[in-house]
């Protein structure tokens, strides 16, 4: 690997290195600082690079391909202030354990606190929301000091996709110059062996090129339980009555759907998919007792299971976990990396394994028939689905129709706040292979089209974004990704101008509702499509969007298809439907 300049070689080892780790892309901010890295990555032959002109949309992007693609996708920024943009995606992936790496340029350590243009303390800067951090040395043609860097970027992609996914951020300071330049002025002046020895690459080649796969190979055990700790297990499920298997956020199932449907066939357990568990959708909703109506009918079921095995994060649906946290039943979280994911503390044990495995070694030790509380929930199940059909409240009835007539497969997008609770509620499960993603780890509404963007950058399947106005108005920087990173999509956007979920809070009697919760902002959101050159249709009723939207995922380039719906209506109307199932089921 030859270099015009210690930087240079630096940036280029970074970007190898990473390649040899298994890293696919890379998304680039424009910046000076960052130079060395944004060329090595957009010249290496093997890292598909996004260019993003907006940090935080960019951050968003790379969380977006890696909950996609179970991979990280490095980012690349320079020095100051842009890094900080990063923060708010990296929480999430934090939060909802996604591989990242964060590579934010940095100047050199003595002009720290010195007042320097653009030169902030970028240590630890994204505080505890990472699983690693640390300063790289600065560039030196040393051996030593490359085996080091390549030792740290391995370490770095390992960390980020371990047992606990998450962040890694690496700082990394340069000196000018920063370009690939030779010849005078282009050792960056103080540094030792600043320009590099005649030779050097042949006669460091470790140093230099690396090994074949990564410099440090690492191997993650998967956690298991000893035999008599699954004794333990088995022996409490066959001595229960009855029982639930709870399958909550994460965006690549677990455990695995074959595993699950042997677990839920030898328990005789019925299973509760979260919309977001990569469990409520796919050809195993055929065969196994997969739910997804039980937002809505759980308060009119008053039996309650013995136990209950819990996979994932914590369910998006509230009546579930208020279900959960009154029942009387020994509840199993089950997390490979041992995390504590369940806020109303009601659960009695925590089992630590790989889900997969685990659910795997307890179907084959099980053979329990279901019992009257598994009918009991199917029959609910069922009887919701023939009620609601055809009924769903406004808003409700968009996302209802999104899940059946997304094509197959597809990877949906959902946005926070009322709309995934409205796919939860009104998302049947069906045996179409739909991938649906969300932000549920800080449940945020920045991001969410970026997000909904890079997940569908790393895909050949159709992507569907739904998105409130809010959500959209917050990440229209986003949109520019649709054109400059080739992605196409239908995003669909309901907008009930403002912040429709403050209707399902007691502060919609205040008087100070409107102006401070609610936030009309009467924003006419054709204008953005213009700006982006998107294709835009506004629809008022639901027959029109269901031809819209059809129309959409069937077509090339993007639409956005704009639902104006009436908030208020829509919660009367979702109240008065609950009313009718409880009474019913």
């Known amino acids: 690997m030859e270099a015009p300049n210690v930087n240079t070689l630096w940036g280029r080892i970074v970007a190898d290195e990473l390649a040899k780790s298994g890293v696919r892309s890379a998304v680039l901010a424009p910046g000076s600082r960052s130079t060395p890295l944004t060329i090595a990555f957009a010249e290496h032959p093997d890292i598909e690079t996004f260019s993003q002109l907006d940090e935080r949309s960019a951050a968003f992007f790379a969380l977006g391909r890696a909950k996609q693609t179970g991979r990280p996708t490095p980012l690349v920024c320079t020095s100051g202030t842009a890094g900080a943009n990063f923060h708010p995606a990296v929480i999430e992936a934090h939060q909802s354990r996604i591989p990242m790496v964060v590579l934010t340029a940095d100047r050199p350590t003595e002009l720290q606190h010195s007042g320097a243009n653009q030169t902030i303390d970028q240590e630890r800067l994204y505080g505890d929301a990472v699983r690693h951090n640390r300063t790289l040395p600065e560039p030196e043609a040393a051996a030593r000091k490359l085996r080091s860097l390549r030792t740290a970027l391995s370490r770095a992609v390992g960390t980020a996709t371990g047992t606990e996914p998450g962040p890694v951020h690496l700082d990394v ?106 469990h409520r959708f796919g050809a195993h909703v055929e065969e196994a007792p997969i739910c997804g109506g039980y937002d809505s009918y759980l308060p009119a079921i008053e039996e309650t299971p013995d136990v209950v095995i819990r996979f994932g994060a914590s369910p998006t649906s509230k009546p579930l976990r208020h279900y959960l946290r009154d029942a009387e039943a020994r509840q199993f979280l089950v997390d490979p990396a041992g995390g504590w994911r369940e806020a109303t503390f009601t659960a009695t044990d925590l089992v630590v394994a790989d889900e997969t495995r685990l ?30 059909a055809g009924d769903e409240p406004e808003e409700g009835a968009v996302l209802a129709d999104v899940a059946e007539l997304a094509p197959d497969p597809a990877t949906l997008f959902v946005s926070n706040s009322m709309l995934i609770r409205n796919f939860d509620r009104f998302g049947q499960p069906r045996g179409a292979n739909l991938a649906v ?120 380039g993007t639409q956005v298809i704009e639902m104006v719906t009436d908030s208020e209506r829509s919660h009367d109307d979702r109240r008065a439907l609950q009313e009718r199932v409880v009474e019913s089921i």
């Open 437 to 556: 993603l969300g932000n549920r780890g800080a449940s945020g509404i920045d991001g969410i089209t970026s997000t909904a963007l890079g997940a569908g950058s790393a895909t050949d399947d159709p992507l569907v974004l739904v998105t409130g106005d809010l959500a959209y108005y917050h990440d229209m920087n986003g949109l520019l990704a649709v054109s400059r990173c080739g992605v196409d999509a239908t995003i669909v956007c309901i907008n009930n101008d403002g912040g429709g979920i403050f209707h399902v809070l007691p502060i919609e009697e205040h008087e100070t509702f409107e102006e401070w919760f609610r936030t009309p902002h009467g924003l006419e959101f054709e204008h953005s499509a213009d700006l982006y050159d998107l294709e835009f249709a506004r629809v008022t009723d639901r027959e029109t969007f269901r031809d819209r939207y059809a129309e959409s995922v069937a077509s090339d």
């Open 359 to 388: 659910a795997t070694e307890l179907a084959s030790s099980l053979d329990r028939e279901a019992g009257a509380y598994t009918d009991r929930v199917r029959d609910a199940e069922r009887s919701y689905w023939e009620l609601v």
């Open 173 to 278: 300071p340069f000196r000018k110059p920063l370009e690939p330049t030779a010849g005078p002025g282009a050792a960056p002046e103080g540094v030792p062996s600043g320009k590099l020895p005649e030779g050097f690459a042949e006669s460091e080649p470790l140093a230099v090129s690396g090994r074949d796969g990564p410099f440090v190979e690492r191997t993650d055990g998967r956690a298991t339980l000893s035999k008599g700790d699954r004794r333990r297990l088995v022996e409490a499920i066959e001595d229960a009555d009855s029982g639930l298997i709870v399958t909550g956020p994460t965006d690549q199932p677990a455990p695995a759907r074959d595993a699950l449907l042997a677990l839920a066939r030898a328990s005789g357990f019925p299973v509760l998919a979260d919309p977001l568990s990569g």
